[in-house]
Antibody, heavy 122, light 110 residues
């Protein structure tokens, strides 16, 4: 059973960088049948897919157009985890952030982290 | 990428059936049979209940079923039970290695 454990600050100042980490157990970040995603939830937008990282002989990233210029998702094979960096945050980036495992065959998100509430405030 | 459109709320009595619609466009729901549905209880992580439009993961009750017609996918919950009360979100592959979710539907058991 895959478990995802998120960590990171819940408060970020406007214009600064939001950073979250997701530790994987029960799977590996290098699994070529999986992709490792970040999704956020806000009252105004519901769930929003932000991006993913995955390994298929080499590492790849895909990002949502809405955040493409500000987002970086990186794997860390030594710690079996992956991270989210969202730069230049604004009030609109306040949300609950989830990490999620995507299955390469079902194209669905079958395991989720517990969620991190991120507030953007000075 | 525009979000998929779901009703804000639906409700039903125990034992009844309800259907939640999820409307997208030609490039997401209409083009790909890669619609999934998630159940979310407040304060908990979403749980996958339907994938590839109609398939159920192991352990998910057969009271949950999915379908699709054109640009609209649907989730039906039959034999409503109090524990089914939750938020439900649809999701579709949108091409170009991107995904799009719906705005979510609050399902209330009366």
């Amino acid at each position: 059973q895959v478990q995802l454990q998120q960590s990171g600050p819940g408060l970020v100042k406007p214009s600064q960088t939001l950073s979250l980490t997701c530790v994987i157990s029960g799977d590996t970040v290098s699994n070529d049948r999986a992709a490792w995603n970040w999704v956020r939830k806000s009252p105004s937008r519901g769930l929003e897919w932000l991006g993913r990282t995955y390994s298929r002989s080499k590492w790849y990233n895909d990002y949502a157009v809405s955040v493409k210029s500000r987002i970086v998702i990186n794997p860390d094979t030594s710690k079996n985890q992956f991270s989210l960096q969202l730069n230049s945050v604004t009030l609109e980036d306040a949300a609950v952030y989830f990490c999620a495992r995507g299955d390469a065959y079902t194209w669905a998100f079958d395991s989720w982290g517990q969620g991190t509430l991120v507030t953007v405030s000075s | 990428q525009s979000a998929l459109t779901q009703p804000a709320s639906v409700s039903g009595s125990p034992g009844q059936s309800i259907t939640i619609s999820c409307t997208g466009g030609d490039n997401d729901v209409g083009r790909h049979d890669l619609v999934s549905w998630y159940q979310e209880d407040p304060g908990k992580a979403p749980r996958l209940i339907i994938y590839e439009v109609i398939k159920r993961p192991s352990g998910i009750s057969n009271r949950f079923s999915g379908s699709k017609s054109g640009n609209t996918a649907s989730l039906t919950i039959s034999g409503l039970q109090p524990e089914d009360e939750a938020f439900y979100y649809c999701c579709s592959y949108a091409g170009g290695s991107t995904w799009v979710f719906g705005g979510g539907t609050k399902m209330t058991v009366l």
